[in-house]
C-alpha cells in the first residue's frame, strides 16, 4: 500500500511505524502536521490509498478524511477520548492500558475501532511508557488494522452512545497534579511527576524558584522535613516526602528560553551544602559481576551523555577492565542506549562551540578505550533507541545484541550538517562496507534491527524475555566459557594489529574532528542554529525531504531553468 504518515513530529513512535511498514514492503512517506492546507497538498501530491496520524495535536481536516480513509492512534484502550490518555492513566494508577488505532470521522477519537492492544502498566515516567508499552502496541494494532483492510473486510461499526466504556476526559491540568508535598507519600509523588514527564513537565518551585521537574525516582534511605531538599547524587536532587523521598534528576526553570537540565547543575550553589548519597536508589552508571562477566550498565536522561557523562562511564569502563572477567556487558537504558552529544548541556554552556568540542572528544576517548580492548569481548546490549554517535559508540564493541522494538538513527546530518566522530569513519565501513556506509549517513532515515543485522551493524536480534537481565548474562557466560575464546580474542589482537598497521586510530580521529571542528567554528552556522532549534522546541516550517519522499520527487521532477545568454 502506498501510506502516508500524518504526525505533529517525526517522534519515536512514527520513526518506528516509517520502519516497520517499509520493511513490510509498503511505500511510506511523511507529512509533518504544520498547516490544514499543507496536509491537503500532500494528499493531493502523494495520492495514498492510506493516512495514518501516530501522534496529533488537532484533527484532521473533514475534507481529508472524507477522501481517503485516515486511521488515528490513539495511546488509550476503546471508548477512552481526549488530548491526554496516558497522563490521566498514569496519574490515576491504571493497572492496564491500550491503544487504538481508530478511523477518523467527524467526532474527536470517536471513530470507529479497526484494532486495538492492551498492556500492563508498570510505575515509569509518561515518556517511558509511551517509547516502549504505546509504541509496541501501536505497531501490532497498526499492522493489525491494515490486514484487516487489505483484507477487505468492513470496519466495525462506532461504539453505541451508552457503551459503559465510553469516558471523555480533557487535558490534564497542573491542578490535576500538583504536589502537596506535606502530605502526598513518595508513590503519589511519583505518580503526580511521571504523569507529565517529558511534556509539558510538573510545575512546582525548588529553592523558591518556579521550576519544571522531570525525571523522578524513589530515594532509598533517606528522609527529611517533607518538601525540603536532603541530598544529591551524580547531578540529582532528593527532596523529601511524608515517607522518604525522591530523587528528581532534570529541571527546567519556568523562565524564557530555559533549557532542562540536570537538577543540582540548575541548582549549583545551592546543591554545594547538600551532603552526597550515592547508591540511595539513583545512579546513571553500575557495575555488577557474574562469574567471568561483567555488565556495565548506565542510562542517561533521553540518551544524552555530557561531558561529565562521558568522562565517568569511561572511568568506570576502566575500572571494569580491571576485573578478572572475560566478557564485558554494556547495557543501556529501556528507552535509550546513547544518542550520543548532550545538546542541551551544550546550548547551556558559555560557549557552545567550546564545549561540542570537549562533550566530542570525551565520547571519542570512550570510543577508543573499547576499541582498544582486546583481553576480552565486550558486546554493546541495546534496549532502547540509539541514535547519531551513540550508534557508532555500540559499534565499538565486538558484538552489537539488540531489541526488536527499537529504531537506530545512524546519522548526524540533520544537525546542522554535523559531520560526526566517535570513529565512525572507521567503525561503519569495517560492519556495513564503505558503499552502505555512505548510503546510510547521508540517507538520514530510521532502520530497524531487522536492516540493521542484514548490515552487519546488529550482531543478535533478542526479544522478550531474551532482554533480562538473567538471559544476558547466561549468554555472556557461555561466550566466557566456549572453548574458541582464546582463539578468538587472538584473531581480535590481530586483527586491531593490523587495522592499526594499516592506518592509526589517531589519523582517524584527526580527520573527524578537523571536519567537526569547522562544524563548531567555523563560518556555517547551521549547526549551532539547527541545535538551537531542537532544545528549544522551534516547529519545523517544512517537512525535511529525506522523508517526505512525495515532496522530494516533486522537487527532483522540477524542470531546471536554463540560463539565458545575455
Known sequence: MRILLLSHSFNSLTQRLHVELRERGHEVSVELDIHADVTRESVALYRPDLVIAPFLKRAIPDDVWQSVRCLIVHPGPPGDRGPAALDWAILEGAGAWGVTVLEADGEFDAGPVWAFRTFPMRRAPKSSIYRNEVTSCAVAAVLDAIAAIESGRA?????????PRIRVRGPCRQADRTIDWQHDTTATVLRKIDSADGMPGLADSLFFQDVRLFDAHEAHDISGVPGTVVAQCDGALARATVDGAVWIGHVRRIAPKSLKLPAAKVFVAEAAYLPHRPGCGYAPIRYREHGEVGELAFSFYNGAMSSADCEALLAAYRAALARPTRVLLLTGGCDYWSNGIHLAEIEAAESAADESWRNINAIDDLARAIIETTDRLVVSVLRGNAGAGGVFLSLAA?????????????????????????????????????????????????????????????????????????????????MASD??????????????????????????????????KQNFYGFDPSYHVARYNFIHKVPKSRTPLTIASHRSRRVAERPVAMAVPS
Open 155 to 163: 470496519a466495525p461499526q462506532p461504539m453505541r452512545s451508552d457503551d
Open 398 to 478: 565486538d558484538e552489537v545484541w539488540a531489541s526488536d522494538q527499537i529504531v537506530l538513527n545512524p546519522h548526524y546530518k540533520d544537525m546542522g550538517n554535523l559531520y560526526g566522530s566517535e570513529y565512525w569513519t572507521y567503525l561503519l565501513p569495517r560492519r556495513a562496507g564503505a558503499a552502505n556506509a555512505t548510503r546510510i549517513t547521508q540517507c538520514r532515515l530510521p532502520m530497524g534491527v531487522a536492516e540493521a543485522r542484514r548490515l552487519g551493524i546488529v550482531d543478535r536480534v533478542l526479544s522478550g524475555a531474551e532482554l533480562a537481565d538473567a538471559s544476558l548474562v547466561e549468554r555472556g557466560a557461555a
Open 483 to 516: 572453548a574458541g575464546l582464546a582463539a578468538r580474542l587472538a584473531g581480535k589482537q590481530q586483527r586491531r594489529a593490523t587495522d592499526e598497521a594499516a592506518k592509526p586510530l589517531q589519523a582517524y580521529r584527526d580527520e573527524e574532528l578537523r571536519r567537526m
